[in-house]
């Protein structure tokens, strides 16, 4: 085989690689919501309280996000990638010790600590293993492997695993221990296929932004640079959407379906249907946008399937209507998700030695969306007694998602 051929190899032995750490971030991560109802019930939580920790990581991205990009730009991915492995394990360890709400929110803001460091290190990694031309579908495999991860929560880890182990705090540790295992699985890895020099060779003709001084004024140039970015302001708009939607619909559907009347189980599976979806969603979207260079009909085709969706959420009770609106709605936030990755690297000014801190500014503004779509949900509820007003809110975002692509003017591709 060719050194071309082996180094391709090696990028994605270590794209696949990396990707176990998103999965395992995203099954940690979704065991709460997967389980919230019986946390609810057993710890004594309000529905304002169940939703702050619904969007508890997310919240935690808004103070981090950028600071986390910045860093992943100018620190190796062996060590960070690592470290945050580490960091959530020893999260959901504590959370299954937690007593009381405020036990469950500090060990739950820790996993929001490590998760942004998963969340751009990956779209890192991928950009310095490839060019731009081949960035999409690495970044489908590390996005599949996380809405695996989400999905397995919901499917395994509730009605399987969670019993099999006895319940709840027993999957929250062995699940945390995992974590902090494959952290050293990923480190050895990294180094065995030579993680800097694959760097190195993908990476020839461009600037590597490991090598960037990590000084006040460079950061505070990039971040200037960031600002400043008008198609970069429109992603973020696109990105606040995408998490208010996701967050909200993977933290409370299963909640809302055990609403209507439906068990545990197939509550848990609908959910999956929604993971499923967003699947077929990123590995669609991204690949019929890129062979039409038509990003920007992308991102507001996307948006009218969220809101078509969620029209079919609110009317469908627990029937089909409501499963083919659990469809669009997965598979419209599915096909954001790799866009509002994929656009960043591409655009003028950016590139790949910006992207960590590009994708953690959209991510450090997003993610207010992020916490408040459960938190919005959990909070109308208490308040008007039915879910309805939450998951309108959520429509709304999906309109703004339109113009905001429409508004889009230099995202061909």
């Not at 920790?53 to 991915?77: C, H, S």
Request: proline residues 5%.
């Amino acid at each position: 085989m060719s050194e071309q051929g082996d180094a391709t190899l090696r990028a994605y032995g270590l794209v696949l690689t990396a990707t176990v750490s998103y999965t395992t971030l995203t099954f940690i991560w979704f065991t709460l919501p997967a389980y919230l109802s019986v946390i609810i019930e057993e710890v004594g939580l309000t529905g304002t309280q169940a939703g702050v920790l619904a969007g508890a990581v997310p919240l935690t991205y808004i103070p981090l996000a950028l600071f986390t990009g910045v860093a992943v730009d100018r620190i190796g991915l062996d060590y960070s990638l690592a470290a945050g492995l580490a960091i959530f394990g020893l999260a959901q360890i504590g959370r299954s010790l937690a007593t009381g709400f405020p036990s469950l929110l500090a060990c739950t803001l820790l996993i929001g600590v490590g998760a942004t460091v998963i969340t751009f290190g990956l779209p890192k990694l991928v950009s310095v293993l490839f060019s731009p031309a081949k960035t999409g579908f690495p970044s489908s495999i590390y996005l599949v492997g996380a809405a695996a991860g989400t999905a397995s929560a919901f499917a395994v880890g509730r009605p399987v695993i969670g019993p099999f182990l006895g319940g709840w705090r027993p999957l929250f540790l062995w699940s945390g221990v995992f974590a902090i295992g494959y952290a050293a699985v990923w480190f050895t890895a990294a180094r065995a296929l030579s993680l800097e020099e694959a760097t190195a060779e993908h990476a020839s003709g461009r600037e590597r932004s490991e090598d960037a001084p990590l000084a006040p004024n460079s950061i505070g140039r990039d971040v200037r640079t960031i600002l400043a970015h008008r198609e970069l302001r429109l992603v973020v708009v696109v990105g606040t959407v995408y998490l208010l939607v996701i967050h909200g619909m993977q933290g409370w559907l299963p909640t809302i379906l055990e609403a209507r009347g439906l068990d545990a189980g197939p509550a848990g599976r609908a959910t999956s249907l929604l993971i499923g979806a967003n699947v077929v969603g990123i590995l669609v979207v991204p690949t019929v946008a890129d062979r039409l260079e038509a990003r920007r009909g992308a991102v507001m085709t996307c948006g009218c399937l969220i809101f078509v969706g969620l029209a079919g959420v609110l009317a469908g009770g627990i029937g089909p209507v409501m499963a083919a609106g659990v469809v669009a709605t997965g598979f419209g936030v599915g096909g954001l998700s790799p866009l509002i990755r994929a656009i960043p690297p591409e655009l003028e000014g950016i590139g790949a030695r910006l992207t960590g801190t590009a994708v953690g500014f959209v991510f450090a503004v997003g993610e207010i969306g992020g916490f408040l779509g459960p938190v919005l949900i959990g909070t109308l509820r208490d308040l008007t007694g039915s879910f309805v007003p939450g998951l309108l809110v959520l429509a709304g975002g999906a309109v703004v998602a339109v113009g905001a692509g429409y508004a889009m003017q230099d995202v061909s591709r």
